[in-house]
């Protein structure tokens, strides 16, 4: 077990390591003079020239890239442009309101859309199954910004019930978190249920049930946890989904957030804050799967084995 | 044992051509929600084709004294912001929604077919490089890559097309790949190469053929993530510009009137979840006719 976890974050330092180049490419992308974008019209000459040797800009990309991995391996994304703060105290101001949403989010997805899942598949072709079947493709089709700002129009403005955005109690959680987890919720759910269905077809289940197991047993025991693998692999998926989500959600319900964070440095032109913000994401992405990568491993000993 | 399979399938059966396309499109016609994402499809197709003639009014047109009119009268969804009828601008903005999805799909499948065929079919070295760099452009979380591309190339239609095919680019090269490793390794091409086909024709006649239902159902499938991401990127302020008459656009502009007029913001949301959900559907019933065993996959 340990040798596998050893292998999965070695394998994963090349990934890290390449996201961290094409994050540097994007800079590269800018058509004309990045820095005069950066810094807007009304730059002096000197300024430009202080920003464009900060950055290395005259130097070759890979000799910029190897400097970029050296100052990121001691912590260092450089100073943001607007706010002339060091990246990493921005982003480390941010991170905590990112996490609270997608984790509430993500919890919401997974209690939620298993625990529909689940029905569906112990009760196939039931009204609620066609309910949460017709639900499911609704839930995945609505853009994840719409439904914040219905879901605000419902619950802050007509029915004055939550706050219409910002921080400060559970109340402020639950509009954002509910609108982020929607989709999840619906691709879990349809995914919770052919797993299930399919697990429950199983000849070990027709013997739990021959021998007299309870089929609440039955479900929870032996079907719940052979389709737990799908389920897991589509909630660190699903994380992904979330932390992209974010970056709306956040914009509607003016959540002081990563993704907020970002969509600023975006039209300030603050490209080192953006590259210090995608690049957290990303970093996230990659170590939750890697996590779901491990809990395979102690869900089915096989899979650990094979390494 | 040819009658009894007759009479299995019915008398309509032996009516149809037993081609590859007329048994799935009887597949396809026998599931209520694959028609209804057809028509839906269809009423789009014909929304952006004839939306000069089919729109009531100019989309362009502002009437500051019809300033966020309600639903109903003169303006069947209500006017915007500026007076502009909500309707005709939905009709215009399919334009964009099958445009910015319709060459972004283009742009990622030419990517995906020219990559993983290459490296499917080529193996050894260049498949590893080809892997690598898929699994790092799919290290970033959803919609992101897109974000980065398009703050970087700069708002605008076009940007905002190339982004969102970038972004789907990875997975459809993944996908078009395992579908040519599937289909190198089948028998009919093992016996097209042993009678001596080049390896340009086996790849075009045997393997490309092969991957096609797979390409169409991913197409279809990513016709409307694609659509959602440009919604969203043109909601965020980074794709469409005004006064396009982009769906993601006008729900932006609609979240300063919540209270006071929310069919601006709430009609063309509306409208993006209907687009969505027909090519959803399409792609679902197309997957299940063609191939059901893409099933996990897709």
């Given at each position: 077990m340990l040798t596998f976890v050893a292998r999965r974050l070695l394998l994963a330092v090349p990934v890290l390591l390449g996201v961290v180049f094409v994050v540097m490419l994007t800079v590269e992308l800018i058509p004309g003079d990045?820095?005069?974008?950066?810094?807007?019209?009304?730059?002096t000459?000197?300024?430009?020239?202080?920003?464009?040797?900060?950055?290395?800009?005259?130097?070759?990309?890979?000799?910029?890239?190897?400097?970029?991995?050296?100052?990121?391996?001691?912590?260092?994304?450089?100073?943001?442009?607007?706010?002339?703060?060091?990246?990493?105290?921005?982003?480390?101001?941010?991170?905590?309101?990112?996490?609270?949403?997608?984790?509430?989010?993500?919890?919401?997805?997974?209690?939620?859309?298993?625990?529909a899942g689940v029905v569906s598949a112990v009760w196939p072709n039931s009204l609620f199954d066609a309910a949460a079947r017709v639900g499911s493709l609704f839930g995945l089709s609505m853009p994840v910004f719409w439904t914040g700002l219905v879901l605000i129009?419902?619950?802050?403005?007509?029915?004055?019930?939550?706050?219409?955005?910002?921080?400060?109690?559970?109340?402020?959680?639950?509009l954002p978190a509910v609108t982020l987890a929607l989709p999840s919720v619906a691709m879990v759910a349809r995914m919770t249920r052919s797993s299930v269905l399919e697990v429950l077809r199983e000849d070990y289940v027709r013997t739990a049930r021959a021998k007299g197991v309870a089929e609440r047993l039955v479900v929870s025991k032996h079907a719940l946890r052979n389709a737990a693998i799908p389920i897991l692999t589509l909630l660190g998926l699903q994380a992904g989904q979330l932390m992209g989500g974010a970056v709306l959600t956040e914009t509607v319900f003016a959540w002081p957030g990563l993704g907020r964070l970002m969509v600023k440095a975006i039209f300030a032109r603050d490209y080192v804050l953006l590259q210090g913000a995608v690049l957290v994401f990303a970093l996230a992405f990659v170590l939750i799967n890697l996590a779901v990568d491990v809990a395979y491993g102690a869900l089915d000993p096989r899979i650990a084995r094979q390494g | 044992m040819a009658i009894a399979a007759d009479a299995l399938a019915g008398p309509e059966a032996s009516l149809a051509p037993a081609t590859l396309s007329a048994d799935a499109w009887r597949r396809f016609r026998r599931s209520r929600l694959a028609m209804i994402g057809l028509v839906v499809v269809a009423l789009l197709v014909l929304a952006a084709a004839g939306a000069p003639w089919l729109a009531p009014a100019d989309p362009a047109k502002q009437s500051l004294i019809e300033k966020r009119a309600r639903p109903g009268g003169k303006f069947l969804l209500g006017a915007d912001e500026f007076g502009r009828d909500i309707l005709s601008r939905l009709i215009f903005g399919s334009r964009v929604a099958l445009l910015v999805g319709g060459l972004s799909v283009a742009i990622a499948l030419a990517v995906a077919l020219t990559l993983g065929c290459l490296a499917g079919f080529a193996g050894g070295v260049v498949d590893v490089v080809v892997m690598r760099v898929v699994e790092v452009l799919l290290a970033f979380p959803y919609l992101l890559l897109a974000i980065a591309v398009v703050s970087a190339l700069g708002p605008g239609v076009l940007n905002t097309t190339i982004a969102v095919g970038i972004w789907g680019a990875p997975t459809a090269t993944r996908l078009v790949r395992s579908a040519v490793l599937t289909a190198r390794e089948s028998e009919y091409v093992r016996a097209a190469r042993a009678l001596g086909a080049s390896a340009l024709r086996v790849l075009t006649r045997h393997v490309l053929r092969n991957v096609l239902p797979t390409v169409i159902v991913y197409s279809t499938l990513f016709m409307a993530n694609a659509i959602l991401v440009e919604a969203a990127l043109s909601f965020l302020g980074l794709g469409a510009q005004p006064p396009t008459a982009s769906w993601g656009l006008m729900v932006s502009s609609g979240r300063d009137f919540l209270l006071v007029a929310p069919h601006i913001a709430s009609v063309p949301g509306l409208a993006i979840m209907l687009a969505v959900l027909g090519f959803n559907l399409l792609g679902d019933g197309l997957r299940d006719a063609l191939d059901p065993r893409l099933r996990g996959q897709l």
């Open positions: 990045a820095v005069a974008l950066m810094l807007g019209e009304h730059a000459p000197d300024a430009v020239a202080r920003l464009r040797d900060y950055l290395g800009l005259d130097k070759p990309l890979l000799v910029r890239y190897a400097a970029y991995v050296g100052h990121l391996a001691r912590g260092d994304l450089g100073r943001s442009i607007q706010q002339n703060r060091p990246v990493v105290d921005e982003l480390a101001d941010a991170w905590p309101a990112t996490l609270e949403l997608t984790l509430a989010a993500l919890v919401l997805a997974a209690a939620a859309g298993v625990a129009v419902i619950f802050a403005l007509w029915l004055p019930w939550l706050p219409v955005g910002g921080t400060g109690s559970l109340g402020h959680l639950v | -």
